[in-house]
């Protein structure tokens, strides 16, 4: 146990995240979404997990120690509903309030078509599965920088 450091991150996890630079994108991903085949083609090249907690909880966990990249309109975007890209389902809400949480300001994600989001997984640095069961709970984040003290 680590004082300071969400529970919920496991050592791979942290390993990927602290891995990882300014830009590099990081995959959020429910349990029906091809993780393992699509992890294989990631610059890590194995998948990572999180099997116990939603997706929702995985990015809060994850936000507590990394940055997202506020400099671009896609730093963060969530895998739209087949034929109805507009509804954001209940899973994809709740990682909006977690990056809400941790931003401390409301900057909504942007919608990318399904397999689109396949093909941005596949050039990602890491794929994280997550324990989430709800359809929907595929979410990119990408990394941000951490400024100098003052």
Do not use: W
């Not at 050592?11 to 699509?38: E, Q, W």
């Not at 309109?73 to 890209?85: L, T």
């Not at 990682?95 to 989001?117: D, L, S, W, Y």
């Amino acid at each position: 146990m680590l004082k300071g450091i969400d529970p919920r991150l496991n050592a791979d996890v942290l390993y990927a995240l602290r891995a990882m630079g300014h830009g590099d994108v990081l995959i959020l991903a429910d349990t029906n979404f091809p993780s393992d085949s699509i992890a294989r083609d990631t610059v890590l090249g194995e998948l990572l997990r999180m099997d116990n907690l939603t997706v929702g909880e995985a990015a809060a966990a994850v936000l507590s120690v990394f940055p997202l990249d506020t400099f671009v309109d896609d730093f963060a975007g969530r895998m739209e509903v087949v034929d109805d890209a507009a509804t954001v389902p209940p899973p994809q809400a709740e990682v909006q309030a977690a990056i809400n949480a941790a931003e401390g300001t409301e900057r909504p994600m942007i919608g990318i078509e399904r397999f689109a989001f396949y093909d941005m997984a596949r050039e990602a640095y890491a794929v994280i599965q997550t324990g989430e069961r709800r359809f929907y709970g595929c979410i990119m984040l990408r990394k941000g920088v951490v400024p100098p003290d003052a």
